[in-house]
Nanobody
Framework: QVQLVESGGGLVQPGGSLRLSCAASGTMFSINVMGWYRQAPGKQRDLVAT???????NYADSVKGRFTISRDGAKNTVYLQMNDLKPEDTAVYYCNAEFRWRTYWGQGTQVTVSS
């Protein structure tokens, strides 16, 4: 059983930056895919970015050039550096892990972009 713990959310002004972290526990093996999704009020949960154990990354078009996902494979930890934040980035951000044909979610961390 994999557990995911996120940290790093908060309130930031437009144009500001935040860094999210997600640490996985419960396995000694490298997790296949780790990533971030977000869900704004009244909307579905959408992909933000993913990072595979092979080193491939994938980004939503809306965050390309502003967000960077990185990963410490040895620690099964994934980060999301968010720059040039916009009000439309406001959402609950969820860490996601795909491991041995199962999907795991963190509890979510709120990111609010507002002046």
């Amino acid at each position: 059983q994999v557990q995911l713990v996120e940290s790093g959310g908060g309130l930031v002004q437009p144009g500001g930056s935040l860094r999210l972290s997600c640490a996985a526990s419960g396995t000694m093996f490298s997790i296949n895919v780790m990533g971030w999704y977000r869900q704004a009020p009244g909307k579905q949960r959408d992909l933000v970015a993913t990072f595979t154990s092979g080193g491939s990354t994938n980004y939503a078009d809306s965050v390309k050039g502003r967000f960077t996902i990185s990963r410490d494979g040895a620690k099964n930890t994934v980060y999301l550096q968010m720059n040039d934040l916009k009000p439309e980035d406001t959402a609950v951000y969820y860490c996601n892990a795909e491991f041995r044909w199962r999907t795991y979610w963190g509890q979510g961390t709120q990111v609010t972009v507002s002046s």
